[in-house]
């Protein structure tokens, strides 16, 4: 740059005024060099960059150019330049190259910080990133290097080594624990949810403490993303995860079925022995027919063998309502499209309460989707509440207002036809 200053002094000007005009000359210069350089690497070489990466077979690279890795590594030119003509200006020449390292350890930890995250996103594309994240790694590493970016930079602008710093940094180590809290404890906990396979992306999870019941959207360093299935989003605490306990539905998921597992109560006083006409009428029915056969064959050899008298219908063995009613549950789930008979169905009787008698159903569905789940379930419930009157049963609830007013009026009408009667 030296050819300015004899430029302006062939000029005949005054000494004072050659070194400002210089100086600014020469800024503009360096400045106009930065402006094309950044215009040549930005219009001209990101571009070719863009559509060779475009035209190519690698599947990852749309996802370099998303996120803008050429682009972020481009700022390091204009610093590149600056810190060359840095001897051209002397007496600031210390202080100018302090500044550019210092913005080009800036953009080498931009662009790091975004090869990090093209990593984690390539990573993502394959199936193996929901049983084995390696975001919260990611995110680790990221602030190691950030750290060691930070030493550099306050070394470079006081002069120092390194090595000072870390060494410094070491006797601090009790602040750095308490600052990066969180993170290590996150760093823990995402290792032994790796390990021990105890939540992946895409899992339902139910945490009532966090009010958390939905699907994992994301596992990061310090947090797991749930999306609930009101749309509501809920942040949980990875190291949450290990120390307090959670629902996992994958093996639900996995399995093919999901669980119902519910009680219909039946009011004890419509329990009865089956009457000749109640087994003419039940035979008839598709789903018991066989087994109406079959248990009054087993039921009169028991009877005959043992010469029970059965003009009284306590001795010997006979048919009840509620068993025939149980044994066409189950033969009905048994032909239910929507049950997964792979899986344990069972009908059952739980022990009697102030409510009535529980005919439990436990069967499992042939589809995992919550609106097929409680379709099918709520169809099962639907035909039972309406077939158990064919069966001479009840089934209980507690009296309402109605019910009650209509005792009063039945006492009534009762009273009343009494006194005509009288």
């Given at each position: 740059?030296?050819?300015?200053?004899?430029?302006?002094?062939?000029?005949?000007?005054?000494?004072?005024?050659?070194?400002?005009?210089?100086?600014?000359?020469?800024?503009?210069?360096?400045?106009?060099?930065?402006?094309?350089?950044?215009?040549?690497?930005?219009?001209?070489?990101?571009?070719?960059?863009?559509?060779?990466?475009?035209?190519?077979?690698?599947?990852?690279?749309?996802?370099?150019?998303?996120?803008?890795?050429?682009?972020?590594?481009?700022?390091?030119?204009?610093?590149?330049?600056?810190?060359?003509?840095?001897?051209?200006?002397?007496?600031?020449?210390?202080?100018?190259?302090?500044?550019?390292?210092?913005?080009?350890?800036?953009?080498?930890?931009?662009?790091?910080?975004?090869?990090?995250?093209?990593?984690?996103?390539?990573?993502?594309?394959?199936?193996?990133?929901?049983?084995?994240?390696?975001?919260?790694?990611?995110?680790?590493?990221?602030?190691?290097?950030?750290?060691?970016?930070?030493?550099?930079?306050?070394?470079?602008?006081?002069?120092?080594?390194?090595?000072?710093?870390?060494?410094?940094?070491?006797?601090?180590?009790?602040?750095?624990?308490?600052?990066?809290?969180?993170?290590?404890?996150?760093?823990?906990?995402?290792?032994?949810?790796?390990?021990?396979?105890?939540?992946?992306?895409?899992?339902?999870?139910?945490?009532?403490?966090?009010?958390?019941?939905?699907?994992?959207?994301?596992?990061?360093?310090?947090?797991?993303?749930?999306?609930?299935?009101?749309?509501?989003?809920?942040?949980?605490?990875?190291?949450?995860?290990?120390?307090?306990?959670?629902?996992?539905?994958?093996?639900?998921?996995?399995?093919?079925?999901?669980?119902?597992?519910?009680?219909?109560?039946?009011?004890?006083?419509?329990?009865?022995?089956?009457?000749?006409?109640?087994?003419?009428?039940?035979?008839?029915?598709?789903?018991?027919?066989?087994?109406?056969?079959?248990?009054?064959?087993?039921?009169?050899?028991?009877?005959?063998?043992?010469?029970?008298?059965?003009?009284?219908?306590?001795?010997?063995?006979?048919?009840?309502?509620?068993?025939?009613?149980?044994?066409?549950?189950?033969?009905?789930?048994?032909?239910?499209?929507?049950?997964?008979?792979?899986?344990?169905?069972?009908?059952?009787?739980?022990?009697?309460?102030?409510?009535?008698?529980?005919?439990?159903?436990?069967?499992?569905?042939?589809?995992?989707?919550?609106?097929?789940?409680?379709?099918?379930?709520?169809?099962?419930?639907?035909?039972?509440?309406?077939?158990?009157?064919?069966?001479?049963?009840?089934?209980?609830?507690?009296?309402?207002?109605?019910?009650?007013?209509?005792?009063?009026?039945?006492?009534k009408n009762k009273a009343l036809i009494g006194k005509r009667s009288y």
């Open positions: 740059m030296q050819f300015i200053n004899n430029l302006l002094l062939d000029m005949d000007l005054d000494s004072r005024l050659v070194e400002y005009l210089s100086i600014i000359i020469k800024i503009l210069l360096i400045g106009l060099i930065c402006i094309a350089a950044n215009f040549i690497t930005k219009k001209i070489v990101i571009r070719i960059i863009t559509r060779v990466v475009t035209n190519s077979k690698v599947k990852w690279g749309k996802i370099i150019l998303e996120r803008q890795v050429f682009r972020k590594l481009s700022h390091i030119v204009p610093a590149i330049i600056i810190y060359s003509f840095s001897s051209t200006f002397p007496a600031y020449q210390s202080i100018i190259e302090k500044l550019a390292i210092t913005y080009i350890i800036i953009v080498a930890l931009v662009f790091i910080e975004s090869l990090l995250n093209v990593l984690n996103d390539i990573y993502q594309t394959y199936e193996i990133s929901k049983v084995k994240p390696i975001k919260g790694y990611i995110q680790v590493v990221n602030i190691i290097i950030m750290t060691l970016g930070f030493i550099l930079v306050i070394s470079n602008l006081i002069g120092e080594s390194p090595l000072i710093l870390l060494s410094g940094i070491g006797a601090l180590s009790a602040v750095v624990m308490l600052v990066f809290k969180d993170s290590l404890l996150g760093l823990v906990a995402g290792v032994q949810l790796t390990a021990n396979d105890m939540v992946r992306v895409g899992d339902w999870i139910e945490m009532p403490k966090y009010g958390a019941d939905g699907d994992v959207i994301d596992i990061s360093l310090n947090t797991v993303k749930v999306q609930n299935f009101d749309k509501t989003i809920t942040m949980i605490p990875s190291y949450a995860l290990i120390s307090d306990s959670f629902i996992n539905w994958r093996g639900m998921q996995s399995s093919g079925g999901r669980r119902i597992k519910r009680h219909l109560y039946i009011d004890t006083s419509s329990i009865t022995f089956c009457t000749e006409e109640m087994i003419e009428k039940f035979i008839k029915v598709h789903y018991l027919s066989d087994y109406i056969i079959q248990k009054e064959r087993e039921i009169t050899e028991y009877n005959v063998k043992n010469e029970i008298d059965r003009n009284n219908p306590v001795n010997g063995r006979a048919l009840t309502n509620i068993g025939v009613f149980r044994a066409y549950i189950n033969n009905y789930l048994k032909n239910h499209n929507g049950i997964n008979q792979n899986m344990t169905l069972m009908v059952r009787q739980l022990a009697h309460s102030e409510h009535g008698l529980p005919i439990e159903i436990y069967a499992f569905t042939n589809s995992v989707q919550w609106a097929v789940y409680e379709s099918v379930q709520s169809d099962i419930f639907d035909h039972l509440f309406a077939v158990a009157p064919e069966f001479g049963l009840k089934v209980f609830q507690n009296p309402s207002g109605a019910d009650l007013r209509n005792m009063v009026e039945e006492s």
